[in-house]
C-alpha cells in the first residue's frame, strides 16, 4: 500500500530504531510502498509504530499521512463482502438465536479498533490497552479492527459481520501480530486474559507466541475449565520461520486454520495436528481504520478465526452450559474431514450450518 510523507523522513536500515542506520531521508511530499502491517519500535514524539518497506527499511509512522488504499472496497460490493455470512447461513441463524445471543459476552484480543468506523461505532464496551495501560487503543494496524468486524461490524454502511452490532469487549494486545514487533508476550497475554476471560463466554486471538509456556497453559486450562472458550488462529505458513501458535495448540483452546475461496485448506495454513476447523480465510472484505480507507482484504488464519468464533458464540447462544469439549464436538458435526498430501484436517461443511 502507499503512504505519502508528511515530513523529513528518515530511511532507517535493517530495523525500526532511532540508532539504526540512516542513509537518506524522503522530503515532504513523497509518495512511499509500504507493507500493510505496521510494527513496533522505538519511540519518538508518542508514536511508536513503524511502517516497513519490501526492501527491510523501516520508516516512523509519525512521518507519514494517511494510507491510500489502491482497492477501496465500493458500495456495490456489499453483497461480496457479506458473502461467508451469507454463503453459511450465518445471518439466518443469527435472526434465529437473536433473544438468546443477546446473552452472549464476547472478547477480542487484538491490535486494538478504529471505534469511529460507521460499521463499528457502539460495538466496543469493554476496553483497555494492556500493551500500553493508559493508553488509547486506537488501531494503529488495521489487524484489529479487520477481526473485530468479522464478528459485529453492523452493516449501516457496508460490512455486517456474523453478529451485526453485537458488543465486544476489546484488548489491545500488541501494536501488530507480527511476532517479531508486535510486541506481544506471554505476560501480556496472561494479564489479558485475567481481565477478560471473568467477563466473556467467547475470547477471539487472532495472535500467538512461537514457544510453549507453563504459565500460559495454566491461565488457558483454569479459564477454560470455567466454561470459557478460548477461539485461536494456528498460525501462517511463512515457509522456514513458521510456528504453530501458543496458545491455539493447547488441547483446552479451538485452534483455526484457513480455507481458501473454494473451501479446501488455504497454502497459508500451517499444517500441524491440532487444528479444530479450518473456515475461509483468503481475501476477506473486512473493516479497518478509517484512515486505511475504512475497508480492506486480509488473509490468514486470523481472518478465520473471528469468523468461527462468532459461529461458537452462536453455539453457546443455545447450549449456554457448553464447554470447550462439547462445541469442539459440534464443530466436527458440521464440518467434514478432507485429506491434502496426506494431511487429514477439518473443513466447515459447504451448505448451511445446522447448530
Request: aromatic share 8%.
Amino acid at each position: 500500500m502507499k503512504v505519502t510523507v508528511t515530513a523529513n523522513l528518515n530511511v532507517r536500515v535493517g530495523k525500526p530504531s532511532l540508532n539504526a542506520p540512516c542513509y537518506q531521508y524522503l522530503a515532504p511530499g513523497s509518495i512511499l510502498e509500504v507493507e500493510g502491517n505496521l510494527y513496533s519500535g522505538d519511540m519518538y514524539d508518542g508514536i511508536s509504530t513503524w511502517y516497513k518497506d519490501l526492501a527491510g527499511n523501516y520508516y516512523w509512522s509519525g512521518g507519514v499521512g494517511k494510507v491510500k488504499v489502491e482497492n477501496l472496497i465500493l458500495e456495490d460490493n456489499a453483497k461480496n463482502a457479506n458473502f461467508w455470512v451469507e454463503k453459511f447461513g450465518l445471518d439466518k441463524l443469527f435472526l434465529l438465536l437473536f433473544k438468546e445471543i443477546q446473552n452472549i459476552r464476547i472478547t477480542i484480543l487484538d491490535t486494538g479498533i478504529e471505534p469511529e468506523h460507521p460499521d463499528m461505532k457502539g460495538i466496543d464496551r469493554n476496553i483497555s490497552n494492556i500493551v500500553w495501560p493508559g493508553k488509547p487503543i486506537n488501531d494503529e494496524d488495521g489487524h484489529g479492527t479487520h477481526c473485530a468486524g468479522i464478528i459485529s461490524a453492523s452493516g449501516v454502511k457496508l460490512i455486517k459481520g456474523v453478529l451485526p452490532g453485537h458488543q465486544l469487549n476489546i484488548g489491545k494486545i500488541m501494536a501488530s501480530p507480527d511476532p517479531d514487533f508486535g510486541g506481544l508476550t506471554n505476560e501480556i497475554l496472561i494479564d489479558a486474559l485475567d481481565i477478560y476471560a471473568p467477563v466473556s463466554d467467547v475470547i477471539s486471538i487472532s495472535a500467538g507466541l512461537p514457544t510453549y509456556s507453563q504459565d500460559l497453559y495454566d491461565k488457558i486450562k483454569f479459564y477454560a475449565d470455567q466454561g470459557v472458550i478460548i477461539v485461536a488462529a494456528i498460525g501462517n505458513n511463512e515457509g522456514e520461520t513458521s510456528h504453530p501458535c501458543y496458545p491455539a495448540k493447547f488441547d483446552e483452546c479451538i485452534s483455526v486454520g484457513a480455507l481458501n475461496s473454494l473451501c479446501e485448506l488455504s497454502d497459508l495454513t500451517i499444517r500441524v495436528d491440532k487444528i479444530d476447523i479450518c473456515f475461509p480465510g483468503e481475501n476477506i472484505i473486512s473493516t479497518v481504520p478509517i484512515s486505511m480507507g475504512s475497508y480492506d482484504k486480509k488473509s490468514g488464519t486470523s481472518m478465520s478465526t473471528p469468523f468461527v468464533a462468532g459461529i461458537i458464540a452462536l453455539i453457546k447462544a443455545k447450549y449456554p452450559s457448553w464447554g470447550y469439549r462439547e462445541i469442539r464436538e459440534k464443530l466436527r458435526d458440521i464440518s467434514d474431514l478432507k485429506t491434502v498430501q496426506n494431511f487429514n484436517y477439518r473443513a466447515i461443511k459447504n451448505k448451511n450450518i445446522e447448530i
